[in-house]
């Protein structure tokens, strides 16, 4: 005699399948909330604004390919950078700093620079490469 054993039913036909499915959407809702990006917080003008800078507001730096920071053409090192910037926010809530990066600096260089600028609250901040010639 055999005995006729009744067949499982598979997962696609029982009930827990939408109970799991409606668990994994409040799963993955509730970890989207947690998800933080770290990075550079810096306030950008509004791509209607019209600000006017003098050339008396900037601090034009530049920065070669090895890394090293130019101030009217003279190498100063990122404390020296870091004294000028404090003094001239201190006397100038305008002021904006420039940064003229080389293509092949060291990154890290570039991004230390950003985060004294950050540091120092300087409200006017702006980065570009050199153009090569």
């Known amino acids: 005699m055999t005995v006729k054993r009744k067949k499982k039913g598979l997962f696609q036909e029982s009930a827990a399948s939408s109970d799991l499915a409606f668990l994994l959407i409040i799963y993955f809702l509730v970890i989207a909330g947690f998800n933080v990006n770290i990075g550079f917080l810096m306030n950008l003008p509004a791509s209607d604004s019209t600000r006017i800078i003098f050339r008396e507001d900037l601090m034009r ?6 890394g090293k920071l130019y101030y009217h053409e003279n190498e100063v090192d990122f404390l020296e950078a870091e004294r000028g910037i404090r003094s001239a926010v201190a006397g100038n809530p305008n002021l904006a700093v420039v940064l003229l990066i080389d293509a092949l600096a060291p990154w890290q260089h570039v991004v230390s620079f950003v985060e004294l600028a950050q540091r120092l609250q300087v409200d006017s901040f702006s980065f570009n490469m050199k153009e090569d010639l």
């Open 61 to 66: 730096f530049e920065m070669d390919g090895e």
